[in-house]
């Protein structure tokens, strides 16, 4: 039995975690604590703006890819299973994807930069999905408003 630091409670030894910096090996606090410190630090103000801000610079873009990356490595089925998924409920989507992309691929298609701001690289954008090479340059951001402000593309699914 140990006592928590936090709670004051007497705990099995096996409701803490190992520290082995610690003379007994165990953290001082028992995991409940622990957690719900850990939840409150993570939910600080200024800890939540500061990953936001790191987010958005390119050591935070590459190591968000490198996170995507790992996961779907470890999560081939999940993967597969939501990829499935969205192909089956969004057919239409799917089909103008592939149509841009293989047209890019051949030459028939350009990749342009955002037609509202000038920035590149910009995705194609659907007005409407039974037009797959129908398409408009928009980067992520202005790609957001357009589907916040109009929703889902015509034909989508």
């Known amino acids: 039995m140990k006592q928590c630091s936090s709670c004051k409670k007497e705990r099995s030894k ?5 520290r082995k910096a610690s003379k007994d090996g165990l953290s001082a606090k028992c995991k409940i604590c622990q957690r719900r410190y850990d ?22 873009i590459e190591s968000t890819k490198r996170a995507k990356a790992k996961w779907a490595a470890n999560n081939k089925e999940k993967v597969y299973e939501i990829t499935k998924n969205y192909r089956e409920k969004n057919p239409n989507k799917y089909r103008a994807h592939g149509k841009v992309a293989y047209a890019i691929k051949i030459g028939d298609l350009t990749c ?4 509202i701001c000038g920035v590149s690289p910009a995705s194609a954008h659907h007005d409407d999905y039974s037009k797959a090479l129908d398409v408009r340059w928009l980067c992520a951001a202005h790609h957001n408003q357009w589907h916040a402000k109009n929703g889902e593309g015509l034909n989508g699914n």
């Open 14 to 18: 096996l409701e803490f975690y190992i």
């Open 39 to 60: 939840k409150a630090r993570a939910n600080n103000p200024k800890r939540v703006k500061a990953r936001e801000e790191y987010a958005k610079t390119d050591a935070g």
């Open 112 to 115: 342009k930069p955002c037609e």
